[in-house]
């Protein structure tokens, strides 16, 4: 897969030469929302990277390749590097490339306690990247591993059988005689190419549950489903060279994206936004809002829907803080919901630092508010919407964003789905948050009135009182979270989730009563409280406004062992809640029971 719709936005200054960086042997305290490495502290070591000429997109959207040979000199990564041609694969394809070295005894390749793990060390050398010398960082479930040795192949076998949420995928050749695959393997899927290896071939299939017939990909390699169609595995009879690494860029690399949303992640299908027919406007001013300032966004409309004059919905999904749109579309694949469903969805990209201003706050540059409004015109003129359909969704940050609409435009928005984030664009203001935090302290300190300084209330809670006061709004809300994401049950009332949920609760006439002890994981009962999934991953909470006639209006819909993340699952459900809603010129809520 080439998708050139990313955009390049990281060019480093040792792009096109190899540059010793290097690995601290502890990282913790690098702690970075869905892009986290952790691994055991270990001593300082080195590592090579090559950054490409052509320049790597964002780290949230940039693929790692990490090549494993038995030396530790700058000629060897050459030599390796060349006699493969990942360095003009690496200008074609817009990658990381990192060489990390050995120790003077080699490769630790079944991970034996007396020694330095050398699992441990690789990890290092990923979690090192934001902010060293490098000048590039990636993205954790997009490290690919390549063996240029066999012992090289033991290790990462090794890796991949007892630390499996760590290989999102592997290249490997043959093992030493003497080798065996550790009788305490985890059986975990992971996606591999393996050459000339029948052992880790046969491992594969079993972790992997293959019971599909291989399908042929060239005259001596064939390509396996699992279970899970996005876990590919791909054996050869042919030795690794440069054919069989281009081949299994194609094949498994660019078609792999291992989540760290479980305990051992998960793997869902990538999406080539050129050929998916998504429309990217990169650094456009043409909406002629902020001054004129270039906003950056992507459209998408399902096949079905273009040229064709039918009104559909609108959704817009915003990404979280320090992500890209694309990134976003990946994370909760909105677009493939909109293909089955009929709707519209547009990415937008925030306007300043991938940051939203969620205050809408006049300190800050720009109005993410007023971009918003201005695309909601701009895509009314791109292809006819039902203007009483509009929804917001978006994770984290991208979450605070859908609050702040939601309460802040009911008049525009049906019904709101914020994912992992809650509502401090009301209940903080920009310069409360950066006060307290220039003081030392956390985001805010949690209040009943403005949190953060006693100062004054934000733009966002203003207008959102204003609008309440003016007509008495409802406002459907569905939020996810993790039940790994933050202290779950949650500690008290004065906890910010309680302060975004008893808001919500009052504004759709929804009883609030204080946080008990109850059976569920949350810590929190309501009037429906129900496991959903084949796995009952998903513990759902809804409670229902006394208004006469209005269902459920605020629900609740966590994910068990998932930490600060989205499960991709979780977006059907929030369709299913959404769709049931629309929002009539005069204000009032129109409910569309099946």
């Known amino acids: 897969m080439l998708d050139r719709m990313n955009e390049l936005t990281q060019h480093a200054p040792h792009a096109g030469t190899l540059f010793l960086q290097k690995v601290s042997g502890d990282i913790s305290g690098r702690w970075e929302a869905e892009n986290d490495a952790n691994a055991a502290k270990g001593s300082e070591r080195t590592m090579y990277g090559y950054v490409p000429v052509s320049g790597c997109p964002h780290p949230k959207q940039c693929q790692v390749v990490m090549v494993l040979r038995n030396e530790a000199t700058e000629e060897s990564a050459y030599d390796v590097m060349k006699m493969y041609g990942l360095d003009d694969l690496a200008e074609d394809k817009n990658f990381l490339m990192l060489f990390p070295n050995p120790t003077e005894d080699g490769w630790n390749v079944t991970d034996d306690p007396a020694r330095e793990s050398d699992i441990d060390f690789l990890i290092r050398c990923f979690g090192i990247l934001k902010g060293s010398e490098l000048g590039v960082s990636g993205f954790n479930g997009m490290v690919f591993y390549i063996a240029a040795s066999p012992q090289a192949s033991e290790l990462l076998m090794t890796m991949a059988a007892k630390r499996p949420l760590n290989v999102p995928a592997m290249m490997i050749g043959?093992?030493?005689?003497?080798?065996?695959?550790?009788?305490?393997?985890?059986?975990?899927?992971?996606?591999?190419?393996?050459?000339?290896?029948?052992?880790?071939?046969?491992?594969?299939?079993?972790?992997?549950?293959?019971?599909?017939?291989?399908?042929?990909?060239?005259?001596?390699?064939?390509?396996?489903?699992?279970?899970?169609?996005?876990?590919?595995?791909?054996?050869?009879?042919?030795?690794?060279?440069?054919?069989?690494?281009?081949?299994?860029?194609?094949?498994?690399?660019?078609?792999?994206?291992?989540?760290q949303n479980d305990t051992y992640g998960c793997y869902q299908e990538r999406t080539n936004f050129t050929e998916k027919g998504f429309v990217g406007h990169v650094k456009d001013s043409s909406l002629g809002v902020n001054g004129g300032f270039p906003h950056t966004w992507y459209e998408y409309i399902p096949p079905?829907?273009?040229?064709?004059?039918?009104?559909?919905?609108?959704?817009?999904?915003?990404?979280?803080?320090?992500?890209?749109?694309?990134?976003?579309?990946?994370?909760?694949?909105?677009?493939?919901?909109?293909?089955?469903?009929?709707?519209?969805?547009?990415?937008?990209?925030?306007?300043?630092?991938?940051?939203?201003?969620?205050?809408?706050?006049?300190?800050?540059?720009?109005?993410?508010k007023d971009f918003f409004l201005a695309l909601i015109d701009h895509m009314d003129e791109v292809h006819p919407i039902d203007r009483t359909r509009i929804y917001v969704s978006g994770f984290s940050m991208g979450g605070m964003m859908s609050n702040a609409m939601a309460c802040s435009l009911p008049n525009v928005i049906a019904a709101a789905?914020?994912?992992?984030?809650?509502?401090?664009?009301?209940?903080?203001?920009?310069?409360?948050?950066?006060?307290?935090?220039?003081?030392?302290?956390?985001?805010?300190?949690?209040?009943?009135?403005?949190?953060?300084?006693?100062?004054?209330?934000?733009?966002?809670?203003?207008?959102?009182?204003?609008?309440k006061e003016l007509y008495d709004y409802r406002m459907p809300v569905i939020q996810t979270s993790g039940l790994i994401d933050g202290r779950w049950p949650i500690p008290g009332d004065r906890d910010s989730r309680v302060l975004c949920f008893n808001y919500w609760k009052r504004y759709n006439n929804i009883p609030?009563?204080?946080?008990?002890?109850?059976?569920?994981?949350?810590?929190?009962?309501?009037?429906?409280?129900?496991?959903?999934?084949?796995?009952?991953?998903?513990?759902?909470?809804?409670?229902?406004?006394?208004?006469?006639?209005?269902?459920?209006?605020?629900?609740?819909?966590?994910?068990?062992?998932?930490?600060?993340?989205?499960?991709?699952?979780?977006?059907?459900?929030?369709?299913?809640?959404?769709?049931?809603?629309?929002?009539?010129?005069?204000?009032?809520?129109?409910?569309?029971?099946?």
């Open 174 to 259: 043959g093992f030493t005689p003497g080798y065996e695959i550790p009788a305490d393997a985890l059986g975990i899927e992971t996606a591999a190419w393996v050459s000339c290896n029948d052992r880790a071939a046969n491992y594969f299939k079993w972790s992997n549950g293959i019971q599909t017939d291989p399908v042929p990909v060239t005259e001596h390699t064939v390509k396996y489903y699992g279970k899970n169609p996005n876990v590919r595995l791909l054996v050869s009879s042919d030795h690794i060279d440069t054919a069989l690494i281009r081949l299994a860029w194609e094949e498994l690399f660019s078609e792999t994206r291992r989540w």
């Open 304 to 368: 079905q829907l273009r040229g064709t004059d039918e009104k559909v919905p609108l959704l817009f999904y915003f990404h979280g803080g320090g992500c890209v749109p694309l990134y976003g579309a990946e994370q909760s694949d909105w677009h493939r919901v909109a293909d089955r469903e009929n709707f519209i969805v547009v990415y937008p990209e925030a306007s300043a630092k991938n940051t939203w201003n969620v205050w809408n706050d006049k300190e800050l540059p720009y109005s993410d």
């Open 417 to 467: 789905a914020p994912c992992n984030a809650y509502q401090e664009g009301y209940f903080a203001s920009y310069g409360a948050l950066v006060g307290n935090m220039g003081k030392g302290g956390g985001a805010y300190d949690p209040g009943e009135t403005v949190l953060g300084y006693k100062g004054e209330p934000s733009d966002t809670r203003k207008t959102a009182d204003a609008r």
């Open 512 to 594: 609030v009563t204080p946080v008990t002890e109850s059976p569920y994981e949350s810590g929190l009962t309501a009037d429906v409280n129900e496991y959903l999934g084949d796995d009952e991953r998903f513990l759902h909470h809804a409670w229902k406004s006394e208004d006469e006639g209005h269902p459920f209006l605020y629900e609740l819909f966590l994910a068990k062992r998932m930490p600060h993340a989205l499960d991709i699952r979780t977006t059907g459900y929030l369709w299913e809640f959404l769709r049931k809603f629309r929002r009539a010129e005069d204000g009032r809520l129109i409910i569309e029971e099946d």
